[in-house]
């Protein structure tokens, strides 16, 4: 669904669209959501993918992380590829190696609750990312807002893309 938030620049925008996983079982663990993300990443952006988990904080998951991309433009270096800068740099990545593509965590045991699942039962994961984003990082198109000026000499390029 939309998602509206105060950022607007070549990445990101005011308004994007965001899918969301949860998984809720028996015995779902941390390892799980790791290994899920892997997956997902490998599959989107290839086999040779990384995932990195930093500590962060979402209010309805806990632990919480935001979940890092290793940089498909200069192999996680941080320098060379197809984005680099007059200083050498990769630009993508901004020199880190890294690129933020979305939040997730654990399950935050009151949200089971509210929801009438005993937590001491059950736990779960629960990821959320920008697909407009992911577009932009898989596709390499320079800016984020193309997806919305509606120019369909743009848009063409990816009709027939499954």
Same mark, same amino acid.
Request: charged residues 10%; proline residues 7%; aromatic residues 14%.
């Given at each position: 669904g939309r998602v509206y938030r105060n950022d607007h620049d070549i990445t990101? =925008?005011?308004m994007f669209?965001?899918?969301?996983?949860?998984?809720v079982d028996e015995t779902v663990t941390f390892g799980d959501l790791k290994g899920t993300l892997q997956v997902f990443v490998e599959r989107i952006f290839g086999v040779r993918s990384k995932v990195r988990l930093r500590p962060s904080f979402f209010p309805f998951t806990e632990p919480s992380v935001e979940v890092d991309l290793s940089c498909f433009s200069c192999?996680? =270096?941080g320098s060379g590829g197809a984005a680099v800068g007059d200083d050498g740099r990769c630009r993508l990545?901004?020199?880190t190696g890294w690129i933020e593509i979305m939040g997730a965590g654990m399950v935050h045991p009151r949200v089971?609750?509210?929801v009438a699942i005993d937590p001491e039962e059950f736990t779960?994961?629960?990821?959320g990312l920008g697909i407009d984003r992911v577009a932009l990082l898989k596709y390499g198109f320079?800016?984020?807002r193309l997806l919305f000026e509606g120019d369909e000499r743009f848009l063409r390029q990816?009709?027939?893309l499954a």
């Open positions: 990101h =925008s005011p669209h965001q899918v969301e996983g949860l998984y192999g996680g =270096s990545c901004k020199a089971l609750q509210g779960g994961f629960a990821f320079p800016d984020l990816f009709s027939g």
